[in-house]
C-alpha cells in the first residue's frame, strides 16, 4: 500500500464545524431530530458529495454516502452516529463518522475506484437520549425493529420529530430518499470511553463483543403530605422507599458478578418540595453485563424485590425499554485488523466493549468489527471526553488500511 495521506486540516476544520452544531453547554448537545442534528446531518451529505460520493437518506435520517465501486458487490461499510448524549462530548460518534469520511476519501485519492463499493453510514440515533429507544438508526435500517409511538421529555412524538428532520434533509440536492441493502461488512472506528487502552498503554483497542443492556424505569407512589404534622410512622414516603431500594439492588447487581454495572441515571421526585413528604418517585436503571444469564438474574431480582413487598400502601412499577443482548463480533475482521495493527507497527489489545454501539446492531446481519482509540483519563458522555490528536490519527491509519484489504 502507498503511503497514505489524510487531509488532517480538513478532518480538524470538520470536527470543529460539526461540533459547533451544539444546543447547550457544556459540552455537545446534538438530539436526535433536533435543528442542530438536521445542520450536521446536512454538513456531512456536503462533504460527502464534495468528494464525489452518492448521498442516500432513509425514513429515520440515517444518511448513507457512496463511493460507487467497480463492480456491483454489496458494499464494504464503515462509520457510527451523529446523535450525542445531553452534555456529551465531542468524540462519541463524530470520530467514527468523519474518521470513516476521511478513511474513504484517502482511500479514492490514493487507490482511485475500489473493486466493491465503499459506504459511509452516519446513523440517526444510537444514544436513546432523548426518546426513549436505543439505536434506533441501525434497528430501522436492519430491520430489526421500528420504533413505536414514544414521545420526548416535552411531548413530542418519534414519528412527527422525525418525518420533520427526514423531509428537511431531502431539501438537499443530488440526495435521494431510499434504505440502501445491507453492506457486506460494517466497521465502526470509536473511541474507547473507558480507561483500559491508557492503562495498558495500547494504541488500538480491536473489540471482540459488546456488553448486553437493559434499561428501566421504576416508579414509586406513596402519599404525598404534610412534612411537619405526619408522625414518622404514619408515611408512605416514596423516596425512602426508592432509596432502599437502590441501595439494595446496588448490592445484589454486586454479589452478582464483579462485572455488572449498575447506574442510576435519572432521578425525578415528586413534587420536589422541602416541606412535603414526596409522593411519587421515578429512576431509571442502566445495567450491562456480558453474559446475557446474569442481566436475567438481576432482572428476576428486581422483580422479586418489587413485587412482593409487605407495605400494600405504596406501589412499585417497573417500566423495561431496553433489552439488547450481548454480542460477539465478527472474529475474522478482528484477526484483518490485528494483522494490519502489526504491519503498521501498532500497540495493540482485544477487548470488549462496556458501551453499546450500533455495531451490536449490524453485527446480527452482517460480519462487524470495532476499532478503538484511547480515552484520556477514560472520560465519556462527559464534556471532558478527549483523545490524543496522534491516537485519533492511528484509529484513521488503521481503518484505512481495513478497508483497503476488504474493498480494493
Ligand atoms: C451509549 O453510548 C451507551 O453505551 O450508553
Ligand atoms: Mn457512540
Ligand atoms: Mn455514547
Ligand atoms: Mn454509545
Redesign the pocket.
Known amino acids: 500500500m502507498t503511503p497514505l495521506t489524510v487531509n488532517w486540516q480538513t478532518f480538524l476544520d470538520q470536527m470543529d464545524q460539526i461540533n459547533a452544531l451544539s444546543d447547550a453547554t457544556p459540552g455537545q448537545n446534538r438530539l436526535v431530530y433536533t435543528p442542530n442534528w438536521v445542520a450536521a446531518q446536512q454538513a456531512l451529505i456536503q462533504f460527502g458529495q464534495s468528494i464525489g460520493m452518492q448521498a442516500r437518506v432513509d425514513d429515520y435520517g440515517t444518511v448513507y454516502l457512496d463511493l460507487p465501486g467497480q463492480t456491483n458487490a454489496p458494499a464494504i461499510a464503515t462509520g457510527s452516529h451523529m446523535d450525542t448524549?445531553a452534555n456529551g462530548g465531542r468524540y462519541?460518534g463524530l470520530y467514527g463518522v468523519l474518521g470513516g469520511l476521511h478513511a474513504i476519501a484517502t482511500l479514492q485519492q490514493t487507490h482511485g475506484q475500489p473493486k466493491r463499493p465503499l459506504r459511509l453510514i452516519s446513523f440517526s440515533e444510537?444514544?436513546?437520549s432523548r426518546f426513549p429507544a436505543?439505536f434506533s438508526g441501525s434497528k430501522h435500517y436492519t430491520g430489526l425493529a421500528e420504533t413505536t409511538a414514544i414521545t420526548d421529555p416535552s411531548g413530542v412524538n418519534f414519528d412527527d420529530a422525525r418525518q420533520t428532520a427526514v423531509q428537511q434533509l431531502l431539501t438537499l440536492p443530488g440526495i435521494r430518499h431510499e434504505r440502501p441493502a445491507l453492506p457486506a461488512s460494517f466497521t465502526e472506528l470509536h473511541i474507547e470511553q473507558g480507561p483500559r487502552l491508557v492503562q495498558h498503554q495500547a494504541q488500538i483497542g480491536l473489540v471482540t463483543g459488546i456488553v448486553g443492556?437493559r434499561r428501566f424505569t421504576v416508579t414509586v407512589s406513596g402519599t404525598a403530605n404534610h412534612a411537619g404534622t405526619t408522625p414518622m410512622d404514619q408515611r408512605h414516603d416514596a423516596l425512602q422507599v426508592a432509596v432502599n431500594l437502590i441501595h439494595e439492588l446496588a448490592q445484589i447487581a454486586k454479589t452478582l458478578s464483579p462485572t455488572l454495572t449498575f447506574t442510576v441515571g435519572q432521578f425525578d421526585v415528586s413534587p420536589n418540595t422541602a416541606n412535603v413528604i414526596p409522593g411519587q418517585v421515578a429512576f431509571t436503571i442502566?445495567c450491562r453485563h456480558t453474559i446475557d444469564g446474569i442481566l436475567d438474574q438481576f432482572e428476576m431480582q428486581l422483580t422479586h424485590l418489587t413485587t412482593n413487598r409487605p407495605d400494600h400502601t405504596l406501589t412499585i412499577t417497573v417500566d423495561r425499554w431496553v433489552h439488547d443482548r450481548p454480542v460477539q463480533l465478527a472474529e475474522d475482521l478482528c484477526q484483518l485488523n490485528q494483522k494490519l495493527a502489526d504491519q503498521l507497527g501498532l500497540t495493540s489489545m482485544q477487548l470488549a466493549s462496556g458501551?453499546?454501539h450500533d455495531s451490536m446492531i449490524m453485527s446480527q446481519f452482517v460480519p462487524t468489527t470495532m476499532l478503538f482509540v484511547p480515552s484520556i483519563n477514560g472520560i465519556s458522555?462527559a464534556p471532558e471526553e478527549r483523545t490524543e490528536f496522534a491516537d485519533l490519527q492511528t484509529g484513521i491509519k488503521l481503518l484505512t488500511a481495513s478497508l483497503h484489504a476488504q474493498a480494493y
Open positions: 448524549v462519541d444510537e444514544e436513546g436505543t443492556q442502566d458501551a453499546g458522555h
